[in-house]
């Protein structure tokens, strides 16, 4: 009998409240940290207490943490293993245990917990880190074939440009160990998958590069739970496992088709709707609304993949609720407020998909006379001010056109594009200096009225934040 997600969930935070962790619910995946748009790891929530601002109340604890990583946007149904939303199981040490402790309970819950086999395990640390290097070889007894020294990319975690950070140390599952140890390749997904990381934070890094050490060690770690759950459900995927499988099912059901039949095309969609309902109804349970700026951009651009995916393997009509509710089915006991703002989540959900679905269909029909024009004309490349107009007037995100034109082998004139937008920018500033000039008293009075500090806060930095 495979453990269930919520097992799994369940056994790590267990395993860590035995050796006098605090258990804490996850934080929201609005961050209170201005510097980033969502909440990227398990560590965020508690970066004032790595920078010294904040006395933790406890100094272990273990959560797991609801995440949203962007930067993965096109990675979703491409590898195996990374999505945009998923939970990152962490134990942190506040100044507390530090190196040995920490990866000495790393291996406990890995090979005693979950029952990974030793033979299936390898492990990376940081090319100059030889005291860890030492205590997996010494104190674990890991060969030393399978411990491997790597670079700053891999195992050099840092929350972004500034805070803090330090080297890390992570534990990798090798699906094939009779490929030998003389081949091992950490890049090779076809062969492991990083589940683990453990890091070691001890430093500050500032605005220019510098880092400092911190008051105090600290232990930062996160296990994917998707992933943990891919391995011990044996499945081909993050997607396959219960966590995210039954949402899949049901778009799959609502377009009349079997993920275990499709073509790879097909099944890409169905893990981008997969993955992307789930973040987008955890997202507006988390009171992020769809917007043109910042987080609400990231939340408007997830729900526009899901209805043009729903697209690409035929769903003619509005589906998204209906995918929603298996997602807040599958979610609720581990996260109640899910259910609880049900109605907000379905509205918001239902509201952009009809107002998308509308420019869709004018904005594709345009699109797809440009791709003839452009196709007749011989050319491989969409003009920037198609793609701006289709932007502008129709709604459609850079990306989505991109991703329509790539699907008929043409490009877009991405300079142009940017040239365009730019316009618009001044354009629309020159409207505003207008407006200030004029009203500019009755604008000093409405800003008197409403709390205005509170929000610029998040606004400012997330709508220069780049979605990607
Ligand atoms: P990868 O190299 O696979 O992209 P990462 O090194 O970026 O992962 P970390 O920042 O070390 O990931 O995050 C800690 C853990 O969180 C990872 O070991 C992994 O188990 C999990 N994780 C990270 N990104 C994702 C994602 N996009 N989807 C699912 N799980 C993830
Ligand atoms: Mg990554
Ligand atoms: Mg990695
Ligand atoms: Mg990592």
């Given at each position: ?161 500034t805070g803090p950070c330090g080297p890390c140390s992570e534990i ?96 890409v969609s169905l893990k981008v709707i997969g993955d992307h309902v ?94 003839q024009e452009v196709k007749q004309q011989g050319k491989t490349s ?87």
């Amino acid at each position: 009998q495979n453990l269930s997600g919520n097992e799994i969930r369940t056994l790590f935070l267990d395993f860590y409240t035995q050796r006098g962790h605090q258990i804490l619910p996850s934080a929201s995946l609005v961050p209170e940290d201005p510097t980033v748009l969502l909440t990227i790891a398990g560590m965020l929530p508690f970066k004032p207490v790595f920078l010294g601002q904040r006395t933790p109340e406890f100094n272990r604890a273990t959560t797991s943490q609801k995440c949203i990583r962007t930067n993965d946007i096109e990675n979703v149904g491409r590898t195996k293993r990374h999505h945009t939303f998923f939970e990152m199981l962490g134990n942190f040490s506040f100044g507390d245990y530090f190196k040995e402790q920490a990866i000495a309970w790393g291996w406990e819950i890995s090979t005693k917990v979950f029952g990974l086999s030793p033979n299936n395990l390898v492990v990376s640390v940081f090319e100059d880190d030889d005291e860890a290097y030492n205590i997996w070889r010494d104190r674990i007894g890991v060969k030393q074939a399978r411990i491997k020294r790597m670079g700053a990319d891999d195992n050099f975690w840092t929350s972004g440009p500034t805070g803090p950070c330090g080297p890390c140390s992570e534990i990798y599952y090798d699906f094939h160990p009779e490929r030998g140890d003389e081949n091992i390749d950490l890049e090779d997904d076809s062969r492991f998958i990083e589940f683990y990381n453990l890091v070691f934070m001890q430093y500050n890094r500032d605005a220019s590069g510098n880092l400092t050490p911190l008051q105090n060690k600290n232990i930062d770690t996160g296990m994917g739970l998707d992933r943990m759950a891919q391995i011990l459900q044996k499945v081909p995927n993050n997607y396959e496992t219960d966590l995210i499988f039954p949402i899949i099912q049901t778009a799959a059901q609502i377009a009349g088709i079997d993920y275990h039949v499709s073509d790879d095309k097909t099944k890409v969609s169905l893990k981008v709707i997969g993955d992307h309902v789930r973040a987008v109804v955890h997202m507006i349970a988390d009171e992020i609304r769809a917007s043109n700026v910042g987080r609400g951009y990231v939340l408007r651009r997830l729900i526009r993949r899901v209805v043009r995916h729903g697209r690409l393997i035929g769903i003619t009509g509005e589906f998204i609720t209906q995918v929603a509710e298996r997602a807040i089915a599958l979610s609720e006991s581990a996260y109640p407020n899910v259910r609880q703002r049900e109605a907000a989540i379905k509205a918001e959900l239902q509201r952009e998909e009809v107002n998308f679905l509308k420019t869709l269909e004018r904005g594709e029909k345009l699109l797809e006379e440009i791709i003839q024009e452009v196709k007749q004309q011989g050319k491989t490349s969409i003009s920037g001010e198609s793609a701006f107009t289709l932007y502008d007037t129709y709604g459609f995100p850079l990306e989505l056109t991109q991703e329509i034109a790539a699907e008929n082998n043409l490009t877009i004139d991405e300079a142009e594009f940017d040239a365009e937008m730019e316009k618009q920018r001044t354009r629309a500033k020159e409207a505003h200096e207008t407006i200030d000039l004029t009203v500019q008293s009755s604008l000093d009075k409405l800003a008197e009225q409403i709390n205005v500090t509170e929000f610029l806060g998040y606004t400012q930095p997330a709508a220069t934040a780049k979605v990607e």
